[in-house]
């Protein structure tokens, strides 16, 4: 972890309150580019008085040749308002990469040896971040990847980011659902797994990430459909601090008394380590 | 070019020079990140620990700040720590190899376990030689007075000193709470019942309502409110406690953000100064605190900062 001196090099608005962030790291050696996981993330200063926390985001690309990389985020509040105002040139404070990130793939051959991964909205990102590093690694394919991305309408999805998704998985395994019907399937992804139970009995790794309600419901069906699958979900809570100083962003666990901090302990956990009401 | 400044602090009565005015608040602070962007054992005086209770404790439910724009946070964190035996067991141990002094901040709801803390510190004080001080964090609820917090009555701040100060020989600061009317009745009480140093100040009350759903955002409505906005009514305490006791160490502490806040919390008669809030935005302000004290001290002539401690008094 550091605190990066960084650049805007880009800032394109690709849907409906949705940016693309594209950073450059100034000064310091350009580690975030070497470092970041997928499901590492960052927490970027708003460098003005009206503001007391940085705001935490998933890093969705990286170019390791640049050091260039890249946040998606949709505007939400005040913060992210005020970040969509930015210009090229502009000079900020990204701390990262922080948290744990996503398992490697289990190596162990199983029978269901397929990985899913399931993004709601803005949480596509760290999935986004997943298939980079994956499509750039020599030992590993995207041949046994799949991906559910929805969002509220199409434009919600952000043009260039499926067509990305497309590129790398092929537009058979990339599912798309929008809860307005207007692309792909009519219906938010949680009901998109209720309805397709093979995809989720296919796969030995599933990774959710988006809005708390849609990973809940999510789990629920992956939990009683593959129930030796590895789940790993990424969680959003409010994060003062992102360094673990201020325990502001706890999640209660079913396997331990204490909760755990999600900036330090996470942002991914297993699905069965957390005590989530109404998740069977 | 002139020889570096002499940063030290030194406190009546221990035979022990912080090397520099500079700790974190109780549970604010996160060492094992913070050393990664700014190497501790240089840039800060020593570190002080989450409040540790008796047993460990689960902490409130969420959301548990609230962001507000331009003058501070509410916190209703809940004290969620460990307990003191696992503090004692691990987080001792990894401090330590900062090598810089540890204060311990400790709360519990009656005066038998405050005995049985003191008591358990006693026990292993050996094995951790940077064991420096203990601070007692007087803002927790005793359950033998119907829940009223210790620190918000000269009588409860006098038991609980005494108790802590019959077992534990070491420095023993007593952090007060500004939400109990004047302050000086209460710390003469701490002084009276053998504290060493006066920390001051721990969080204010406040309150946040959400407006679209028409309730409070915390659920349990009331927060501790500190940074920026809390400065001047702690800069208000560190003055009048430097007036009333100029012989007793104090711990300044509210929202400090940078070098002149710490400059103004010195001046005014803090000793030593802890930073929280702030550094949660900006980890490496400790490392700025700590060049700009050096650099300012240089720039002044000063050969030694303890030269500032309550300055501005005489003028
Ligand atoms: C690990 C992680 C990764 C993330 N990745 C991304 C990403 O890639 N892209 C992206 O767009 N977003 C991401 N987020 C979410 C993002 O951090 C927030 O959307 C952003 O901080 C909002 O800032 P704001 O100032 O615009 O909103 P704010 O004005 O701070 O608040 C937005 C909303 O949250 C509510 N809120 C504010 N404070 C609290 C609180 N303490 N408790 C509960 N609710 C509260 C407000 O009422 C409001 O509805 C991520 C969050 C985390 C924790
Ligand atoms: C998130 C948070 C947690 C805190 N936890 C403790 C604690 O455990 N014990 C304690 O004595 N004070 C605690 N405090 C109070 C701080 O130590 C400090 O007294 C107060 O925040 C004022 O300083 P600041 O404005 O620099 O933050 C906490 C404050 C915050 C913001
Ligand atoms: S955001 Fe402060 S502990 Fe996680």
């Not at chain 2, 400065?231 to 560190?238: C, D, E, F, R």
């Amino acid at each position: 972890m550091q605190d990066y001196l960084c650049e805007v090099v880009r800032q394109e608005n690709i849907g409906p309150d949705l940016y693309l962030l594209s950073l450059n790291t100034l000064r310091k050696p350009q580690q975030v580019a070497f470092a970041c996981r997928p499901g590492q993330f960052v927490m970027v200063d708003l460098h003005s008085e009206a503001f007391l926390f940085r705001r935490p985001f998933s890093v969705l690309s990286v170019d390791k040749a640049t050091g260039i990389f890249h946040i998606l985020y949709k505007v939400v509040g005040r913060g992210t308002q005020m970040m969509a105002n930015w210009q090229s040139g502009f000079q900020l404070s990204v701390l990262g990469p922080l948290g744990n990130g996503f398992s490697q793939r289990p190596q162990a051959k199983m029978e269901a040896s397929k990985t899913l991964l399931v993004g709601g909205g803005i949480g596509v990102a760290p999935l986004y971040r997943f298939l980079e590093t994956q499509s750039k690694s020599q030992n590993q394919s995207l041949e046994d990847v799949q991906c559910v991305y929805g969002a509220r309408t199409a434009a919600d999805l952000g043009l260039p980011i499926v067509e990305q998704l497309e590129y790398w998985l092929g537009s058979d395994k990339l599912m798309l659902c929008t809860d307005d019907g207007s692309l792909g399937f009519h219906g938010n992804v949680a009901e998109y797994l209720r309805q397709n139970p093979r995809l989720v009995e296919d796969s030995g790794h599933i990774m959710v990430c988006g809005p708390t309600r849609m990973m809940q419901a999510c789990v629920t069906t992956c939990r009683n459909t593959a129930p030796s699958a590895l789940i790993e979900v990424s969680l959003e809570e409010h994060m003062p601090c992102g360094t673990g100083a201020c325990s502001g962003c706890v999640v209660e666990r079913a396997d331990q008394a204490l909760p755990s901090k999600v900036c330090l302990e996470g942002p991914v956990f297993q699905a069965q380590q957390l005590a989530w009401e109404g998740v069977s | 070019m002139s020889e570096t400044p002499c940063l030290e602090i030194k406190l009546p009565h221990i035979n022990f020079n912080f090397q520099n005015p500079i700790l974190n608040a109780s549970g604010t602070f996160y060492p094992a990140s913070f050393d990664q962007l700014c190497p501790l054992a240089k840039c800060m005086g020593g570190i002080v620990t989450k409040t540790v209770t008796p047993t460990a404790k689960t902490g409130n439910s969420q959301p548990r700040t609230v962001e507000l724009p331009g003058i501070g946070m509410l916190n209703s964190i809940g004290l969620q720590n460990p307990g003191l035996a696992y503090t004692l067991e691990k987080d001792l141990e990894s401090l330590s190899t900062y090598h810089l002094p540890i204060i311990l901040s400790i709360a519990a709801t009656s005066l038998q376990e405050f005995s049985q803390m003191s008591e358990q510190i006693v026990s292993v004080q050996s094995q951790y030689p940077n064991l420096l001080a203990l601070e007692i964090n007087l803002s927790c609820p005793n359950v033998d007075k119907g829940g009223l917090d210790f620190g918000s009555s000269c009588d409860g701040i006098t038991e609980v000193v005494k108790t802590v100060r019959d077992i534990w020989p070491g420095v023993l600061w007593a952090k007060l709470t500004p939400n109990a009317g004047n302050i000086i009745p209460l710390a003469g009480a701490a002084v009276e019942a053998g504290a060493s140093g006066i920390t001051a100040i721990n969080t204010l009350l406040g309150v946040a309502i959400d407006i679209r759903r028409r309730r409070p955002i915390l659920p349990r409505v009331s927060g501790g409110y500190s940074g920026p906005g809390v400065k001047p009514v702690a800069l208000h305490a560190v003055w009048q406690l430097y007036k009333h006791f100029p012989e007793i160490p104090i711990i300044g502490i509210g929202g400090i953000q940078s070098l002149d806040d710490t400059l103004e919390f010195m001046m005014a008669g803090a000793s030593l100064i802890q930073v929280g809030t702030a550094c949660f935005a900006r980890p490496t302000l400790f490392e700025d605190i700590h060049n700009g004290l050096t650099q300012f001290a240089r720039q002044e002539g000063l050969a030694h900062l303890q030269e500032l401690v309550g300055c501005a008094h005489s003028q």
